[in-house]
Nanobody, 120 residues
């Protein structure tokens, strides 16, 4: 059973930064695609960023390009999301996701989520 535990959320002022972490148990981390999604109140869950297991190729939502960076440490079974220049519209619950490469986006296993609030 894969288990994902997110941390690093909190309250930050507009323009500030946060780094989210997601620790993954199990042996699948080094071979799985890792991703961050978010869900704001009243909205559907949306993709924020993904990173592949080999080569570390990344993909970002247009709304976060140039501000967010996803990275992974295969030795620590951990994926990170560095969020800079945060905006109020980034406020959401952020979820970590892991899936095998052949599983469609949105499938796989999920963490419990961590709240990010951007407000002055």
């Amino acid at each position: 059973q894969v288990r994902l535990v997110e941390s690093g959320g909190g309250l930050v002022q507009p323009g500030g930064s946060l780094r989210l972490s997601c620790a993954v148990s199990g042996s699948v981390f080094s071979t799985n695609v890792m991703g961050w999604y978010r869900q704001a109140p009243g909205k559907q869950r949306e993709l924020v960023a993904t990173i592949t297991p080999i080569g570390g190729n990344t993909n970002y939502a247009d709304s976060v390009k140039g501000r967010f960076t996803i990275s992974r440490d295969n030795a620590k079974n951990t994926v990170y999301l560095q969020m800079n220049s945060l905006k109020p519209e980034d406020t959401a619950v952020y979820y970590c996701n892991t899936r095998a490469r052949w599983v469609p986006a949105g499938g796989g296993s999920w963490g419990q989520g961590t709240q990010v609030t951007v407000s002055s």
